[in-house]
Structures are given as C-alpha cells and as structure tokens.
C-alpha cells in the first residue's frame, strides 16, 4: 500500500512538475516596428463610367519615414513555443508612373493589413505566417475629379477593400529584462478594390519588408 502511495505521489508531483512547467514556457508579448518596403511593379486597374479604364503595371513607393510614418505592431500569446498573434501593418503606397488620366493616386493613410497569425520557434528564430483583411484609405485624382475623404467608416476614408496574407521570420535580442530588440524581413500580398471618383480601383501589392522595433515579453 506505502508503495502504491509513494507512486501516486511521485505522479502527482511529476504531473505538478509539468504543468509548472508549461505555464513557465506562456508569455503575452507586445512589439512595435518601424519598417522599410519594397514594393513590386504589380497591375492596377481604374474604372470609370463612360471612359475607358486605365490598366497599368504600377511602380509604387512608400515613405516610410514621413508622416504617418510605415509601422507594424503586433500581440502575441505564446504557449509551448507556439503563438497566436493579432498584427497591423501601416503600410503607404504613391503611384509612381502616373498616366496622363491620373492627376494622383495614393493610399497613404494606409493599405493596413490586419491580419490573425500563426508564429513559431525555431531555435533562435521566429517564423510566422498569417492572414485578414486591408483597410485602405485611397486618396485620389482622376481625370480632374477628386475623390472625397470624408466617407467610408465612421466618414473617416476607410473602407475594408480585400484579403491579405503575410509570412515572416525574425530575430529577437534579449536587451534588459524582458525587453528585446525584433529584426523581421517580411513578405505580404494583398488586393484591393477601392473607390475613385465614378468608379472604382482595383490593385494588387506585394511587399518586401525590413522591420525593426522594440518588444517586450510578459510572463
């Protein structure tokens, strides 16, 4: 019987052990990120009633470090080397090679990707990918008509235009206590459609991104 006991207990203790341990490997992080894009010639389509459409490969860039600024943040919950994450990206796009139609075509306050991911450890890495939606904020100039800002949700510009993926890997430094420094490349695909003047935009974007920024783990 005491020997019985004795294996039940040192079960019990193993058990206990266990768990102690597994809640040990949970932690909620939090991280923001500046980041740099390249942006991929990829096709846009403007539409307008009673004009023919503009159909261009279309060079885009970013400026990323002008106001509002390009940023990723992000809120993981890890448990056992896994995580669940909800992630934003701030991403802008100005039309490069504007035709004759286009005055200005922008989305600037932004192409935001808000995406639900998937993260992994793997060794001294983090590897994730993802997906959600783009809300979009296009500003725009088409053949002398402005499109207005003052709609969309809430009247603030934004409309949920498309799907959007992402994958990644990065690099986390431990800097003091629980604070670390992230070194990400990312690359992300999303498609738009959006509102112009009489008609609409449709686009794809995707994205090579250089991110790096401050995180800090919760255990």
Known sequence: ?????GQYVVSILGLLMFLDEAEAQRKLTF???????YNVPMRLVIRQSDVPDVDIIARYYSKPF????????????WSDQRSWELQAIHHKLYLENKPAEVESFSISHGLNLITINRGWQAGDY????GAGIVLAHPESTIRGKPFPENQGIFGM??????PALVAGGAKQLRLVSDLFLTLEV????????????????????AVFQLNF??????N
């Open 186 to 205: 990312m690359a992300a695909l999303s498609h738009a459609d959006v509102p112009v003047k009489d008609g609409n935009a449709s686009l794809f974007n």
């Open 213 to 218: 920024g401050l995180g800090y783990a919760v």
């Open 31 to 37: 991280e923001l990120c500046g980041m740099v894009p």
């Open 66 to 77: 002008e106001a509002p600024f390009c940023w990723v943040w992000r809120i993981g919950w």
């Open 157 to 162: 510009g934004y409309y949920v235009s498309g």
């Open 1 to 5: 019987m005491s020997r019985c006991l």
């Open 126 to 129: 983090v590897v994730r990918t």
